[in-house]
């Protein structure tokens, strides 16, 4: 006998459903603890959501309500859940590593080694960025190019780069459709790199021939690469990133097309090369989304089904990088990883850890592979496709960020295309902004940095590395998260090698550990963040505090306790500080209601979460005496 299963789980069939409603008044009565009377219902849930970039915002809750529409199949249009139906789950995806070394013998044994060890592809940096073109042959020697794809980016060079080769395929007796590969052919993203537009029309006819070639010859092969990388270096948001991608393949699409290609052949000699970050759900929604509203581009643009799906690769951001504490880019490069697979990127390259600080070594190229080789054959990332489809939060993220970055596409388009909106400085005044906000929020420490704004090692032996080529510039500057910070600390690092001895601070811990552990942790933290070493001294006598201040060696002083300890002996304990030779007295806190009861107790400035980290360490090395 058959039985019909009950609708829903059977197992809380006995449960009434939880509504939103219910949630909400949960929510209020822990705010009301917290000091907030008058929130309630939607207001409560507001309180909780954290305001992203773009206008995204990442809420507390998600139920089936906030699902989108329904995203599609995998390899199917719109192609939200992967452009093929098996996703990376029969071979995983490429995983693909940078070479930017131009000793041609030491790049072809950092080649060989990587092939040896688990890269299935290679991104070979060529001109003036990396090495010349003309080695090309030297660097590749020993590989089987008809087993291993190499992508070339050569900058203005990329047709002297895919002659070289064409000659190397043909020296090899590689087969013309055995070949496979990219020619890193991005006249656009070579404007944004260079703001050099006297050259863009000539290597737009050097586009269109080169995918006419490939088109004709080489069918493993795409003439053409839509690098966002430009963009994200520079600072952009991700709908930033995706919009000016967009517009450029847009434009890209126009030049072949005019050209004489078909609008699916065209499409198949585009390759789009985007950033993956530390944010694991906004990278994840990213290659969703960009493959999303390409889609539509190529709907419209009457490109069929089987050739409208996105080819991806995904690279580790550089802007997430550090030189101070370098070793935490493995698990910032990890987690970037983890979500450019997750989010469906046909092709990653991992960042090694010390990319930052020049060419990298061995053991860091070592790392790079070993991420993704751990990713994909021990965590067996790819043998799920979208891993992340069905959740509510990804695909209502997925969806805002598709219109986000939609609205800034067409902004370019409105303004003429992407040529137009890059001469006219329309796109690196978007940028800058978007920079400017951020550079705000990462001074006041609400985007931590480990290792650099937060939890610094003054100790640390920096990394050495030998120089890395220049990149190319000019155009869209370049930009990393920690580069305020690592300022701060080298100048720092120049008083140590002067004097011996870093600018050091005193901190005045008054009471007992248990009211003062709190504040004075946060306030070392906070110095040693631009490199100003502290010295500690407990109590809460005056005098005793003010000779340990004059032995310290310090001219600036911080108090650290709780309020209470503030009220009765802050005033005297800063008079005594002065006296000793303080030539300023901080107070670790929030003014508050008795902030100018303080300043006139002596008190010059207060630390506290929130403030211009930034602009507070550089007027403190300049008072304590740093050049």
């Known amino acids: 006998m058959t039985t019909v299963p009950p609708e829903g789980l059977p197992l809380a069939a006995e449960f009434p459903d939880a509504t939103r409603e219910q949630w909400q008044r949960l929510v209020e009565g822990v705010l009301r603890k917290s000091g907030a009377q008058d929130v309630a219902g939607a207001q409560a849930e507001d309180s909780l959501t954290t305001q992203l970039q773009d206008g995204l915002r990442a809420r507390p809750l998600y139920t089936a309500e906030d699902a989108p529409a329904d995203a599609g199949f995998p390899g199917f249009p719109p192609f939200v859940r992967g452009g ?43 001109g003036e960025a990396g090495l010349p073109v003309s080695v090309l042959p030297a660097a590749l020697r020993g590989v089987y190019l008809d087993l291993a794809s190499v992508t070339l980016d050569a900058g203005a060079e990329f047709r002297a780069a895919a002659e070289q080769f064409f000659a190397l ?37 050097d586009t269109a021939a080169l995918a006419a070639q490939c088109e004709g010859t080489y069918p493993g092969v795409r003439a053409l690469t839509v690098d966002a ?77 089987e050739a409208a799906a996105q080819r991806q690769h995904a690279v580790t951001s550089s802007v997430m990088m550090t030189e101070r504490d370098p070793w935490v880019n493995m698990l910032r490069t990890t987690v970037a990883c983890l979500a450019a697979g997750v989010g469906g990127a046909d092709a990653v390259t991992v960042l090694p850890f010390d990319e930052a600080v020049g060419l990298p070594d061995a053991f860091a190229r070592r790392i790079a592979r070993n991420t993704q080789s751990i990713l994909l054959e021990e965590s067996h990332l790819a043998r799920v496709v979208d891993p992340a489809g069905g959740s509510w939060y990804v695909e209502r993220l997925t969806d805002e960020l598709a219109h986000a970055a939609w609205e800034h596409f067409q902004e370019i388009e409105r303004a003429g295309g992407q040529r137009a909106a890059l001469t006219a400085g ?57 580069e305020a910070y690592e300022a701060l600390r080298a100048r720092s690092d120049a008083h140590l090698a002067a004097t011996g001895a870093r600018p050091r601070l005193f901190l005045a811990a008054l009471g007992t550990a248990a009211v003062h552990t709190a504040r004075s942790t946060f306030a070392a933290n906070l110095f040693q963040a631009g490199g100003i070493e502290t010295v500690t001294a407990e109590g809460l006598e005056p005098a005793a505090l003010g000779g340990a201040f004059a032995a310290s060696g310090a001219t600036v002083a911080c108090l650290c306790s709780g309020d209470k300890v503030y009220e009765e002996h802050a005033e005297a304990v800063a008079a005594a500080l002065k006296a000793a030779g303080a030539a300023k007295v901080l107070l670790a806190g929030r003014p508050g209601e008795l902030g100018e009861a303080y300043q006139r107790a002596g008190v010059d400035e207060f630390v506290f979460a929130g403030c211009d980290a930034v602009a507070l360490l550089s007027s403190l090395l300049n008072e304590i005496g740093v050049a």
């Open 84 to 126: 093929r139906p098996q996703g990376s789950a029969v071979s995983g995806w490429d995983v693909r590593q940078r070479h930017a070394d131009p000793d041609a013998a030491r790049s072809n044994e950092a080649v060989l080694a990587d092939l040896e060890n688990g890269v299935t592809s290679l991104w070979l940096v060529l």
């Open 169 to 205: 395929l043909a020296e090899n007796g590689v087969l013309a459709e055995a070949a496979s590969g990219n020619l890193g052919a991005d006249p656009l993203g070579l404007l944004a790199r260079t703001g050099d537009d006297s050259r863009t029309d000539a290597l737009l006819a």
């Open 229 to 305: 990388l430009v963009y994200h270096d520079a600072g952009a948001s991700a709908a930033q990133e995706l919009g000016c991608a967009l517009a450029t393949g847009v434009a890209y699409l126009r030049e072949l097309t005019a050209a004489g290609l078909t609008a699916d052949a065209a499409a198949g000699q585009l390759e789009f090369r985007y950033a993956a970050t530390e944010d694991q759900f906004l990278t994840i929604a990213k290659f969703r989304a960009a493959r999303r509203i390409w889609a539509r581009v190529a709907q419209v643009s009457g490109i069929t089904a």
């Open 426 to 482: 329309l796109v690196g005044e978007r940028i800058a902004g978007t920079w400017a906000e951020r550079s705000v929020a990462l001074a006041k420490r609400r985007e931590p940095v480990t290792g650099v704004s937060e939890f610094p090692n003054l100790g640390e032996q920096p990394l050495v590395r030998e120089a890395a080529p220049a990149p190319l510039g000019g155009g869209l500057p370049r930009v990393r998260r920690a």
